[in-house]
């Protein structure tokens, strides 16, 4: 490494520990803002991660008046089914009806013929996806003799439309604190900039280059972000640690980050306030030393 480079990082480093002191209020705001990114994202995805092993079903009922040997053979050669569960007889129908809806003397009355016989397939684990379900429904009410098929289809619609709006809800709030903390850091080093101007102006006056400039500050830009994203980062497990037995003991959801999560949102925070920084200081060299 050059002594040019190795000046350049150490500036960088000294004006980041300047930055702890004079820009206290710029980098406690950018902490809880990492802070609320991880509480919010992450609770999304285990919410996300829920709906998608909740819409995987492993039962589908096939209804029939009658469940010949030939029908039963025809469901259980599909390469879907793992097995043939249970077969309920319209009497076993009405009284599982009545259980389900716990309006036993409802049903009670009306004659066995208004019910109809229903078997429960297990569905193999790889095929538990809604479209293998939905193929597999077309190809068992093709048999002759079947009613009809369902496997909860409009459970599983409503957790498909939940899933779109919390993915949609994730990436909207990933670009708005995204943009939040470049502008934090953008005015945290504009202002440091405007504090060192002179310091600034002397260097191009002595014939710096643009890259002498601006390096340090880039350099202090991510030495922000990585100080900041390790404070949210125990925050947030202060702060996991508290709410997760509430979490868990409402719903059991997962509330676990990976360490990928942690190593891709460390690089992404590094990328944006580097951009910011270099952003920040090309704009004030342009504009405030021309």
Avoid at 5 to 11: A, G, N, T, V
Avoid at 84 to 92: D, G, N, Q, V
Avoid at 93 to 101: G, I, K, P, V, W
Avoid at 235 to 247: D, E, H, Q, T
Wanted: with cysteine.
């Amino acid at each position: 490494m050059s002594s040019n480079s190795r000046y350049m990082i150490m500036r960088g480093i000294s004006l980041f520990i300047k930055y702890l002191s004079e820009n206290t209020l710029a980098i406690l705001a950018l902490t809880a803002l990492f802070a609320a990114f991880h509480l919010i994202f992450l609770s999304g995805g285990a919410l996300n991660s829920y709906t998608k092993n909740a819409s995987r079903f492993d039962v589908m009922r096939v209804y029939a008046r009658d469940f010949s040997p030939l029908i039963l053979e025809q469901l259980s050669s599909a390469e879907e089914v793992e097995n043939i569960e249970k077969i309920y007889s319209p009497a076993e129908t009405r009284e599982y009806m009545a259980l389900s809806a716990s309006f036993t003397d409802s049903f009670e009355p009306l004659p066995i013929e208004f019910f109809p016989s229903f078997a429960e397939l297990k569905i193999k684990a790889e095929y538990r996806s809604y479209n293998s379900l939905k193929n597999l429904a077309n190809e068992l009410s093709a048999i002759n003799g079947v009613d009809s098929v369902s496997f909860g289809e409009k459970w599983i619609e409503g957790f498909a439309r939940l899933r779109f709006s919390v993915e949609a809800l994730l990436a909207l709030c990933s670009a708005i604190f995204a943009a939040a903390g470049g502008i934090i850091i953008y005015q945290t080093i504009t202002v440091s900039l405007f504090r060192y101007r002179r310091e600034v102006r002397i260097y191009a006056v002595v014939g710096g280059t643009r890259t002498f400039i601006i390096v340090p500050f880039v350099v202090a830009a991510a030495c922000i972000s990585l100080i900041c994203f390790a404070f949210s980062t125990l925050a947030f497990y202060l702060l996991a640690k508290l709410i997760r037995p509430v979490v868990v003991q409402m719903v059991d959801i997962p509330f676990s980050p990976t360490p990928c999560y942690w190593c891709i949102f460390a690089l992404l925070s590094l990328i944006i306030s580097m951009f910011a920084g270099f952003i920040s200081s090309r704009h004030f060299l342009n504009h405030r030393l021309s």
